[in-house]
């Protein structure tokens, strides 16, 4: 099954909406497989924005990232890269769909709430910046996955 790495960024942490944002991911059935709450370091966010490196943002990314806690998380699903980056909305939240995460919340490209990894490379990589892999439960079942097995 297909992974990717999410993360409530420092904005949506100070603005109290973690709830919020792991419910999208929720009600549309992908399964959390690995979640924790941390601050990145200057290390962990320039691994993670490799990317970017140079270009003209990148010093106040590194900034906002750094700036607070993240709620990291892993996340398994059908296509779920794609879904999950359908689900958060475009980069620029004033371009967004109506009813995507950054359409619903964020104001500004800066400060957009939520990361989603863009490709499945990209996930396995950021994952491994952010999880160990004993951190990961990998093999429990959902309710209804038990409840199908039993025959009811
Ligand atoms: P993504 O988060 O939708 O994948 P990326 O292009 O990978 O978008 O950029 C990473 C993050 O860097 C964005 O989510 C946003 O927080 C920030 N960012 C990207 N482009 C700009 C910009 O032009 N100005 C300010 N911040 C930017
Ligand atoms: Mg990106």
Redesign the pocket.
Same mark, same amino acid.
């Given at each position: 099954m297909e992974r990717t790495f999410i993360a409530v %960024?420092p904005d949506g942490v100070k603005r109290g909406l973690i709830g919020n944002i792991i419910e999208r991911f929720e009600r549309k059935g992908y399964k959390i497989i690995a979640m924790k709450m941390l601050q990145p370091t200057i290390e962990i966010a320039e691994k993670h924005?490799a @990317? $970017?490196k140079g %270009?003209?943002?990148y010093n /106040?990314?590194i900034n906002?990232?750094t700036s607070g806690p993240i709620v990291a998380m892993v996340v398994e699903g059908d296509n779920v890269v794609k879904g999950a /980056?359908h689900i #958060?909305g475009?980069?620029k939240p004033d371009e967004a769909e109506v009813g995507t995460i950054r359409a619903d919340y964020a104001q500004? #490209? @800066?400060?957009?709430v939520v $990361?989603?990894s863009?490709c499945v490379e990209s996930a396995e990589r950021e994952i491994s910046i952010y999880f160990k892999p004993e951190e990961i439960c990998r093999d429990w079942k959902t309710t209804l996955d038990l409840i199908m097995e039993d025959g009811k």
């Open positions: %960024k924005y @990317e $970017h %270009k003209p943002f /106040r990314l906002y990232i /980056r #958060m475009s980069t500004t #490209m @800066e400060y957009n $990361h989603g863009d």
